[in-house]
């Protein structure tokens, strides 16, 4: 299907479209309000040391470290998500990616996000930045409280690729003109099915890797 626009972009949203993480952010206003216990907060250190030393499935920790929103109700988590957007995301956007979003949509360009992140975190995102559309990961809610579980894969590593390569088949985009702007080590396979990968301030795996692939690295 072809649609009304030249090309595609996609944006990470966790440091690249912000300078912060807001899953942290998220997980630490929640414990201040009660959602979370100092359990579930030091459960979540020792589940980000796994991931930084890679000694287990990353998918798997993230699944684990979801399982803190089991029983919150919907109406909840999106209270809690709209607070912290307001209160410490939106002044976390690096003014030059909104430079980057503007030039990508005055070229006709369709820009969209592309994150782990939740639909009522990226839903936010996509209208503060007057962009397209989002791609992101999606958690069961049954009854109206969520389970914990996720609804297919997160939006991470691979599955970032898997969505990207579906999503621009489906519109009919061409992927050596697809852009892709990103900052983690996470993102390589992401990357390199782009004809236009960006690497965001990008951690120092992943700019080694841009070094040798001579992708484009932007320090902001």
């Known amino acids: 299907m072809q649609t009304k626009y030249k ?7 966790d440091k690249t479209i912000i300078r912060v993480n807001s899953g942290e952010i998220l997980i630490w206003q929640a414990y201040h309000q009660g959602l979370m216990s100092i359990a579930d907060i ?7 040391i796994l991931y930084k030393f890679s000694f287990k499935e990353t998918n798997r920790i993230i699944e684990e470290m979801a399982m803190w929103m089991s029983g ?3 109406e909840t988590v999106s209270r809690l998500i709209k607070d912290v957007f307001e209160s410490k995301l939106i002044s976390a956007i690096r003014p030059e990616i909104l430079t980057e979003i503007e030039k990508h949509k005055k070229n006709n360009g369709e820009v969209i996000i592309l994150s782990a992140t939740l639909p009522a975190m990226g839903n936010l995102f996509t209208k503060q930045l007057q962009i397209h559309k989002c791609i ?3 958690l069961e809610i049954t ?4 389970s914990g579980r996720s609804v ?3 939006c991470f590593a691979d599955e970032k690729r898997v969505r990207l390569e579906k999503y621009c088949k489906d519109k009919g985009y ?3 003109e697809t852009y892709c702007y990103a900052d983690a080590y996470s993102d390589v396979s992401v ?3 782009v004809g236009h990968p960006k690497c965001i301030n990008p951690e120092k795996k992943l700019r080694a890797i841009a070094i040798q692939q001579n992708w484009p690295i932007l320090d902001w």
């Open 42 to 48: 030091l459960k979540g250190l020792w589940y980000s």
């Open 152 to 154: 297919g894969p997160f």
């Open 7 to 13: 090309y595609a972009a996609f944006f990470d949203l």
């Open 136 to 138: 992101c990961s999606e």
């Open 72 to 74: 919150l109700t919907e």
């Open 143 to 146: 009854d109206g409280k969520y």
């Open 174 to 176: 061409v992927l050596d």
């Open 191 to 193: 990357l390199n099915v």
